[in-house]
């Protein structure tokens, strides 16, 4: 092995944050086999929010839950989402290698950004993911101003 | 309690190439004396995103969500698991890889791998005089 001579440097900071980086990234997957740790946590879905100048636009992952046994509700300007993911799964005369998926009666709420028009929301759900539509009050929709010029 | 056949053990080794950066879905891997089950938690796939190849006894499974709408909005919660799922397991060679039975109901892929008879257990009958 040759010997290389220290020269004293510091290691440049792009060095550090892409291994930084590469640690976080390592970290991420060592845990995403079970999103908490050691799957202690119950379930409970994973949602992404949205906003455009008229609609709050919701989405949550609910792989293998039936969406008519979700029960969606607007009170003011919050949302609640509740639920329970059944494990339906037969045990008996069954060897199991691997259990991962995990269960749970869940409910989350999430404040709205805007006012939405409880009437108007709407709710639908396709493999697995279910997406709620809220549009924003009249009032509380974004207005474009037009500049006037000469 | 007797030891399991060695089945769907995870694997590095992909005789295709696994994508850049991924998402393990959770998987439930089950056993009867007939078949081999993998049930994969895969939220957003369409069929139509979804993979499921055997090559060198290596099962891999990888699909691609499909496009939320209205992706334009500005992002307020990001929890979903952005990019492509994918996993690869080991299999002993006695699987029947032409008759894997594939379904995708709400999110979540059911595979069945039906046993060769010469893995089925065999009941071995014991004469008496």
Do not use: C
């Not at chain 2, 060769?116 to 004469?127: A, G, M, N, W």
Request: net charge negative.
């Amino acid at each position: 092995m040759a010997i290389i001579p220290w020269r004293g440097r510091t290691l440049p900071v792009a060095t550090l944050a892409s291994l930084r980086e590469e640690m976080n990234d390592l970290l991420a997957r060592f845990w995403s086999h079970t999103s908490e740790p050691f799957g202690l946590a119950e379930w409970s879905p994973a949602l992404d929010v949205s906003e455009t100048d008229d609609t709050v636009l919701v989405h949550a992952e609910i792989p293998g839950i039936d969406p008519k046994e979700l029960d969606i509700a607007v009170v003011g300007d919050t949302l609640t989402i509740r639920g329970e993911k059944k494990d339906e799964t037969e045990r008996e005369g069954r060897n199991f290698h691997r259990v991962e998926r995990r269960y749970g009666a869940f409910t989350r709420s999430l404040r709205l950004p805007a006012p939405v028009d409880a009437e108007q929301v709407t709710a639908k759900a396709a493999g697995g993911v279910l997406e709620i539509r809220l549009p924003k009050k009249e009032g509380a929709k974004a207005k474009r101003i037009e500049i006037k010029s000469d | 309690m007797a030891k399991p056949i060695d089945v769907a053990v995870e694997t590095n080794h992909d005789p295709l190439e696994p994508p850049e950066s991924y998402f393990v879905p959770a998987t439930d891997v089950y056993e009867t004396a007939d078949e081999l089950t993998l049930v994969a938690e895969m939220p957003g796939i369409k069929p139509d995103g979804l993979a499921v190849t055997v090559e060198d006894n290596v099962l891999v499974i990888r699909g691609r969500p499909g496009a939320k709408s209205e992706a334009g909005g500005e992002v307020l919660l990001q929890e979903f698991t952005a990019g492509e799922f994918y996993r690869a397991f080991q299999l002993p060679a006695d699987y029947d890889t032409e008759k894997i039975e594939a379904g995708l109901r709400q999110g979540v892929l059911t595979l069945r791998l039906p046993k060769s008879e010469r893995l089925k257990p065999r009941r071995i009958e014991v004469k008496v005089d």
